[in-house]
C-alpha cells in the first residue's frame, strides 16, 4: 500500500510540474498575472509533494520492505539505519528522486524571492526550473520506479512490477535484501553525492535566469547580480563534493592517490571548469559590460554538462555503449540534453545582437583581458576532459574497438594549462580594470617573482632537483606572494588613511570587497592545495612486500614491522582482517601504530582495503593490507606508500570554503536598503503625529 | 686413438655437458621477481574486465591471476615490451592507459590542442579587434606615466569618498 502511495505522490508531483511550465508560459503570453501566480504555486508545491514521496520511500527502506526491488537492491537487515536513510541516493531510482527532490526545493526558494523588480523573469524561470523537475521526475514515473515490488506470477517466476502483472500475480517478500554497495558505506561517500547534487542542481538556478533573460530581451546584467550568490553557492557545493569524493577515494579505493581521471570524476569537474570560468567572466560583464555573449555561452554549457554528467553516469553509457542502448534512461536522457541544448543556443543567436558589449578593451594586460585568458584556460581543460571521455564512446560507435583513455593523457596535457592558470592567478591580482600595462604590472611584481625564485633555488638545493617540480613550486610561491603582498598593501593603504591598526585594517578590507578578499583566499587555497598535487604526483614512493610476523618492510624515512593480525566480525556484520604494524623512523625511532585493515562484506560479496594513515604536514605514510596472498600469522603482503605533501590538499581545501563562504556571505542590498531607509523615514513623523 | 686421448675427449665432452647443463640451470634460476617489478608492468594495464582500473590495485581474483600471469612471465625473462603486447594481444588495445597513435586514434591526440589553438586565436583576434586605443594615450603610453601605486590610490580615493 505504501509503494502505491508513493508511486502515486510522484506521479501527481509530474502533473504539477508539467502543469507549472504550461501555466507559466500560457499566463505569460497570454499577460494573465493570476495564471503566472497559479504557475508559481504549483512549483512551490512540488517541493512538499516530492518530500512526502521521498518521506514514503525511506520509511520503505528503513522498515527492510524488501519486497519493493528498490529496498531489496541497496539495503539489508544488518545494516544500520542511518544508512538505510542513506541508501536513498544509493541506488539509481532513489538517486533521481533525490535529484528532484533538491531541485524542487531549489526552485521552491527561488520563486519564494521578491520578484517586483524582476517580474517578466519569474514564468521563464519557473518553465525552466520545473521543466528539469519534470523531466527528472518522468524518469521515475517511467522508468526507474524506485516503488516496483516484486511479484510471483503463476507459474513462480519473480517479476518486477508497479502493479499485478497478473490477477493471479502474488507480491513476493525477500528475507532479506542486497545491502548497499560497500563503496558508499563510508562516511565520505555519504555526504559526497548529496553535495554534487546540491551543486548541480544549485546551477540551474543562474541557467534558470540566463534563459529568461535571453527570452525577455532583458539583456544587461539584472541577471547576472540576481545570481551572483546562486552562481557562488553552486559553485561551493560542488566544490565541497569534489573534494568530498577525493578524500573518499584516497581513504577507501586503496590505491595510494586522491585523483584517477575516471570518467565519473571528470563528469563532476566539467560543470565545476566551466561554472568557475563563468564566476570570474561574469565579473567583467558587472564592471565593463563585456562578454554578454560569452557569459550566456558559459551558463548554458554549464547547464548542459550538469545534465550530461548525470547521464554519463546513470545511463551505463561509459562502460560501453551497449550497455547505453540497453539502458531504458539513456536515450531520453540524450533527448532532454539535446532539446535543452539546442533550444538555448538558438536562444542565444537570436539575441545575439543585443548581447554585444557596451564598451571596449583599453588594454591586453588590463584585468578584463587576464580574465579573459583565463577562461581560454579553463574551457582548454574542458576540452581535454570532454574529448578524453567522449573519445571511447566514439571509438566503440565507429570502429567497435574498446579503448582506455587514462591518467597519463590527462596528466600530460592539462599539466601546463594548470601552471599557465597558475601564473594568471599571479599576475591577475595586480592589474586593473580598463588599463594595465607591463610597466605597471612589473612594479609591483618583481618584489613577488623575486621572493619566489629565492625559494626555489633554496628548494632546489635542500630538497629536489626535479625541474618540473621546482617549475611548480615557483608558481605556487609567486601566487602565495603576490596574493599576501595584496593583502598587505590595502591593510596598509586602509591603516594609513583612516589611522586603524593593520589587523583592524585587514579585517575591515574584507566586511568592505568580499567578493576580492575571498577570491583571494580562495587564491591561496588553491595553492595550498596545488601543494599537495604538485607532492603527491612528483615525489609519491611505493614498496610492496609480504611480511613474516616480526619483520619489516622499509620506504623511505619510514619502517614498518608486521606485529600481529586479528580477524572478526564486527556489529555490522563485517569480517574485518585486521593487521598491527608499528611505525618506525630510519634511525629506529618508534612513531607509532597503524591498523592497515580489509572488510568483507558478504551480504554484497566484496572487499573494501582501507589504509592505516599517519599524517603529517612533510608527508602521508599509506599502509594497506593487500590481498595478493591471504594474510595470516605467517605471513601478509603490505603495500606502503610515501606520498609527500599531501596533506596541504586537505588543509587547502578546509581554507577553501572559508574563502568561498566569504565572497558568498550576504551584502545587503542596496536598493532594498534605502528602500527600508525611506520606508522608515516617511513612518517617522507619522508617530510623531 | 690412444687410451689418453681418449679419456681427454671424454673428459671434454663431460665439460662440455656440464658446463650447459650449468648455463641450462642458471638460466632456470632467474630469481623471482618482487611485487614492486611486478607492480610497475602492472600499474601500466588496465583490468580487462572492470572498469577503468589499473591492474595492480584491483582485488578481483581474474587481475590477482594477471599479476601472478606478469611475475612468471617476467621470471621467464619476458621484458616489459613484450608483457604488454601480450596483454594486448589476448584483451585488446582497452588493457592500455592511453590508445596507441594509428587510425582514429590519433584524434585523442590531435584534436584537443587544435581545438584549444583554435580558441587562442579566435580570442586573440577578437581582443584585437575590441581593444581601441585610450582617449587619452599618454595615460597607458607608457609605465613610466602610469601612476606610481594605481591601486593605493584607487584604494584611498575610495576610502575618502566614503568618510
Known amino acids: 500500500m505504501l509503494a502505491e502511495i508513493g508511486y502515486g505522490i510522484i506521479v501527481v508531483a509530474f502533473i504539477v510540474a508539467l502543469y507549472s511550465v504550461g501555466a507559466a508560459i500560457y499566463g505569460e503570453r497570454t499577460k494573465s498575472p493570476a495564471v503566472v501566480e497559479s504557475a508559481r504555486r504549483a512549483m512551490l508545491l512540488l517541493w512538499p509533494l516530492i518530500s512526502l514521496a521521498a518521506g514514503t520511500l525511506i520509511y520503505l527502506l528503513i522498515t527492510n520492505h524488501f519486497e519493493v526491488s528498490f529496498v531489496y537492491e541497496v539495503t539489508s537487515r544488518e545494516m544500520p539505519t542511518y544508512l538505510k536513510i542513506t541508501a536513498w541516493w544509493g541506488g539509481q531510482a532513489g538517486s533521481l528522486v533525490f535529484w528532484s527532490w533538491l531541485m524542487s526545493a531549489f526552485a521552491s526558494l527561488v520563486t519564494l524571492r521578491k520578484w517586483e523588480r524582476d517580474r517578466e523573469f519569474l514564468p521563464w524561470v519557473i518553465v525552466v526550473t520545473a521543466l528539469t523537475t519534470a523531466f527528472f521526475l518522468g524518469l521515475v514515473v517511467f522508468y526507474e520506479n524506485p516503488f516496483a515490488r516484486y511479484w510471483q506470477t503463476a507459474g513462480g517466476q519473480i517479476v518486477t512490477s508497479m502493479f499485478a502483472p497478473a490477477a493471479t500475480a502474488t507480491v513476493y517478500f525477500p528475507s532479506d535484501g542486497n545491502g548497499l554497495n560497500p563503496l558508499l558505506r563510508h562516511p565520505g561517500m555519504i555526504i559526497h553525492p548529496p553535495m554534487l547534487y546540491l551543486g548541480f542542481v544549485s546551477f540551474v538556478i543562474p541557467y534558470a535566469f540566463a534563459i529568461a533573460a535571453l527570452i525577455t530581451g532583458r539583456t544587461d546584467d539584472r541577471w547576472i547580480r540576481i545570481t551572483r550568490r546562486w552562481t557562488l553557492i553552486a559553485w561551493l557545493f560542488l566544490s565541497f563534493g569534489l573534494v568530498l569524493g577525493s578524500r573518499w577515494a584516497y581513504d577507501v579505493l586503496g590505491w595510494g592517490g586522491f585523483w584517477g581521471w575516471d570518467p565519473v570524476e571528470i563528469a563532476a569537474l566539467m560543470p565545476w571548469l566551466t561554472g568557475t570560468a563563468f564566476l570570474h567572466s561574469v565579473m567583467i560583464q558587472e564592471k565593463r559590460g563585456l562578454l554578454k555573449q560569452w557569459n550566456m555561452i558559459l551558463i548554458i554549457l554549464t547547464y548542459s554538462l550538469v545534465i550530461f554528467g548525470t547521464f554519463l553516469t546513470r545511463t551505463g553509457v561509459l562502460s560501453s555503449v551497449h550497455a547505453f542502448a540497453q539502458s531504458s534512461i539513456g536515450p531520453v536522457f540524450f533527448v532532454f540534453i539535446g532539446f535543452t541544448f539546442i533550444t538555448s543556443i538558438a536562444l542565444l543567436i537570436y539575441r545575439w545582437p543585443d548581447l554585444r558589449g557596451e564598451t571596449e578593451m583599453k588594454s591586453l594586460l588590463s584585468r578584463e583581458a587576464l580574465f579573459l585568458l583565463n577562461n581560454l584556460l579553463f574551457m582548454s581543460v574542458l576540452v581535454i576532459c570532454f574529448w578524453g571521455v567522449v573519445f571511447p564512446i566514439i571509438s566503440q560507435i565507429f570502429t567497435g574497438q574498446t579503448v582506455t583513455v587514462g591518467p597519463p593523457f590527462y596528466d600530460r596535457a592539462t599539466a601546463p594549462l594548470f601552471a599557465a592558470l597558475m601564473f594568471l592567478m ?118 610492496q612486500g609480504t611480511l613474516a610476523l616480526n619483520n619489516s618492510l622499509t620506504l623511505g624515512n619510514y619502517s614498518i614491522k608486521y606485529e600481529s593480525i586479528a580477524q572478526f566480525t564486527a556489529a555490522d556484520n563485517r569480517q574485518v582482517t585486521r593487521a598491527v604494524v608499528n611505525v618506525y623512523d630510519k634511525n629506529g625511532n618508534y612513531l607509532g601504530q597503524l591498523y592497515p585493515r580489509i572488510d568483507y562484506y558478504p551480504d554484497a560479496q566484496q572487499n573494501m582495503t582501507i589504509p592505516g594513515e599517519r599524517p603529517t604536514l612533510q608527508d602521508d605514510l599509506y599502509v594497506l593490507l593487500v590481498d595478493w596472498q591471504p594474510a595470516s600469522a605467517n605471513g601478509a603482503t603490505f603495500k606502503i606508500f610515501v606520498n609527500p605533501l599531501v596533506n596541504w590538499l586537505w588543509i587547502g581545501s578546509l581554507i577553501f570554503f572559508v574563502g568561498i563562504i566569504i565572497a558568498a556571505w550576504p551584502d545587503r542590498d542596496p536598493e532594498y536598503a534605502s528602500a527600508r531607509s525611506r520606508a522608515r523615514h516617511a513612518e517617522q513623523p507619522s508617530a510623531a503625529d | 686413438m690412444n687410451r689418453n686421448l681418449r679419456i681427454a675427449l671424454y673428459v671434454l665432452a663431460l665439460g662440455i655437458v656440464l658446463a650447459g647443463l650449468w648455463a641450462v640451470t642458471v638460466h632456470a634460476q632467474n630469481p623471482t621477481p618482487t611485487d614492486d617489478e611486478v607492480n610497475r608492468i602492472a600499474h601500466q594495464l588496465y583490468c580487462p574486465v572492470c572498469e577503468n582500473t589499473p591492474l595492480d590495485v584491483c582485488p578481483t581474483e581474474a587481475c590477482r591471476q594477471w599479476r601472478d600471469l606478469i611475475r612468471q612471465q617476467l621470471s621467464e625473462g619476458w621484458t616489459e615490451a613484450q608483457i604488454k603486447q601480450y596483454f594486448v594481444q589476448q584483451y585488446g588495445v582497452r588493457v592500455l592507459s592511453e590508445p596507441p597513435a594509428s587510425g582514429l586514434n590519433w584524434l585523442v591526440y590531435v584534436l584537443p590542442p587544435l581545438i584549444i589553438l583554435a580558441g587562442a586565436f579566435l580570442l586573440f583576434r577578437a581582443m584585437r579587434g575590441w581593444i581601441k586605443p585610450p582617449a587619452d594615450s599618454s595615460a597607458v603610453g607608457s609605465g613610466e606615466e602610469a601612476p606610481k601605486d594605481e591601486y593605493v590610490e584607487r584604494l584611498e580615493e575610495e576610502l575618502k569618498k566614503r568618510k
Open chain 1, 426 to 543: 599571479g599576475i591577475a591580482p595586480l592589474s586593473t580594470w580598463k588599463r594595465s600595462t607591463v610597466g605597471t604590472i612589473g612594479r609591483v611584481l618583481w618584489k613577488s617573482a623575486l621572493a619566489a625564485l629565492v625559494i626555489t633555488v633554496i628548494l632546489f638545493f635542500t630538497y629536489t632537483h626535479n625541474i618540473i617540480a621546482l617549475v611548480g613550486f615557483y608558481l605556487i610561491a609567486l601566487v602565495l606572494l603576490v596574493t599576501l603582498y595584496e593583502f598587505w598593501r590595502a591593510a596598509w593603504a586602509r591603516s594609513k588613511a583612516t589611522k586603524e591598526n593593520v589587523v583592524a585594517a585587514l579585517w575591515n578590507l574584507f566586511g568592505r570587497d568580499r567578493r576580492r578578499y575571498g577570491g583571494y583566499v580562495i587564491h591561496i587555497s588553491m595553492m595550498l592545495m596545488a601543494i599537495g598535487i604538485l607532492g603527491i604526483n612528483a615525489f609519491q614512493i611505493q614498496t
